[in-house]
């Protein structure tokens, strides 16, 4: 008889066998892999849960080793600085969520109120980095047969759009709803938000993008950021993009409308000048 101890012992040598063969692997190794799977019927959600934590811990034994670094204008550099304001911005949220569970009404939360209308903003606001990433990083990798990573996060990107734009709704029109219904929901959105954002931008950085860098040619690069530079920027603004920031005031327009009339703004710029 297998006691639940004997069992442990035994998906603790599996783990770290599996852990043994990925450190072997470099991004691009582990992204034809993953594409294997998917091409063999293994859901993009099974890849997700299972093999992407497993290859996440021998990731982080080699990391140092194989990873390439990029500086700016790089279109990775951008994503990656992006990333530092947005987790800047889920910490503060970590913040506000540890006071509002002892909170007992709007009135106790004081300035609280208008932080979380900030960072749920801020986080809708990011949407051009998502779209960036979609539209135009991933539509490179998948002329090189590599969709199962790029696809894997993309269902991590359907599910932050739900539960920011419901954050969002809750934090700009909490007149609509008790302080209970509004406590309970802005919790369990945020925590999930800080969890499982954190650990997504952790994947994009180390994995993902790495991924890119090795498959993806300079002459490819280049082609990105001319794309990327049409859609736009959110939290930071390269530095060869600062003569293409044209001042609007939009902060009366709801932020969904907001993001369409800059990226056509920015695309109308471009025209201009070319």
């Given at each position: 008889m297998?006691?639940t101890?004997t069992?442990?012992?035994?998906r603790s040598g599996h783990?770290?066998k599996?852990?043994?063969i990925f450190?072997?692997?470099?991004?691009?190794?582990?992204?034809?892999?993953?594409q294997?799977l998917i091409?063999?019927?293994?859901?993009?959600?099974?890849?997700?849960?299972?093999i992407?934590d497993?290859?996440?811990?021998?990731l982080?034994?080699v990391?140092?080793?194989?990873?390439?670094?990029?500086?700016s204008?790089?279109?990775?550099?951008t994503?990656?600085?992006?990333?530092?304001?947005i987790?800047?911005s889920?910490n503060q949220l970590?913040g506000a969520i540890?006071?509002l569970k002892?909170?007992?009404?709007?009135?106790?939360?004081g300035e609280?109120?208008k932080l979380f209308?900030?960072?749920?903003?801020?986080l809708v606001?990011?949407?051009s980095?998502?779209?960036?990433e979609e539209?135009?990083?991933?539509?490179?990798l998948?002329?090189?047969d590599?969709?199962?990573?790029a696809?894997?996060?993309?269902?991590?990107h359907?599910?932050?759009r739900?539960?920011?734009k419901?954050?969002?709704?809750?934090t700009?029109n909490r007149q609509?709803?008790s302080?209970?219904?509004y406590?309970k929901?802005?919790i369990?959105l945020?925590?999930?938000?800080?969890?499982?954002?954190?650990?997504?931008?952790?994947k994009e950085?180390?994995?993902?993008?790495?991924?890119?860098?090795q498959?993806?040619s300079?002459?490819e690069w280049?082609k990105?950021?001319?794309?990327?530079?049409k859609i736009?920027?959110?939290c930071?603004t390269?530095d060869d993009?600062?003569e293409k920031?044209?001042?609007?005031?939009?902060r009366?327009m709801?932020?969904?409308?907001?993001?369409?009339?800059?990226?056509r703004?920015g695309?109308?710029l471009i025209?201009?000048?070319q």
């Amino acid at each position: 008889m297998q006691t639940t101890k004997t069992i442990d012992v035994k998906r603790s040598g599996h783990e770290e066998k599996e852990k043994d063969i990925f450190r072997s692997l470099d991004a691009k190794t582990f992204a034809r892999l993953a594409q294997e799977l998917i091409d063999e019927g293994v859901s993009h959600g099974k890849i997700r849960k299972n093999i992407g934590d497993v290859y996440l811990e021998a990731l982080l034994e080699v990391l140092v080793e194989k990873r390439i670094d990029v500086t700016s204008p790089h279109p990775v550099f951008t994503f990656m600085e992006e990333h530092r304001v947005i987790l800047d911005s889920l910490n503060q949220l970590d913040g506000a969520i540890k006071r509002l569970k002892k909170q007992d009404s709007f009135q106790d939360m004081g300035e609280d109120l208008k932080l979380f209308e900030d960072i749920a903003h801020h986080l809708v606001e990011a949407e051009s980095h998502h779209q960036r990433e979609e539209d135009v990083l991933f539509s490179e990798l998948q002329k090189h047969d590599i969709t199962a990573p790029a696809e894997i996060i993309k269902i991590d990107h359907t599910e932050f759009r739900k539960r920011k734009k419901a954050l969002y709704n809750f934090t700009y029109n909490r007149q609509d709803y008790s302080f209970e219904d509004y406590k309970k929901n802005v919790i369990e959105l945020g925590e999930y938000l800080v969890k499982e954002l954190e650990s997504h931008i952790f994947k994009e950085d180390n994995i993902l993008y790495q991924i890119a860098l090795q498959v993806l040619s300079q002459e490819e690069w280049a082609k990105i950021k001319k794309e990327c530079d049409k859609i736009g920027y959110c939290c930071f603004t390269p530095d060869d993009q600062l003569e293409k920031v044209v001042e609007l005031d939009l902060r009366q327009m709801p932020p969904f409308e907001r993001h369409g009339k800059s990226s056509r703004s920015g695309m109308n710029l471009i025209r201009t000048k070319q």
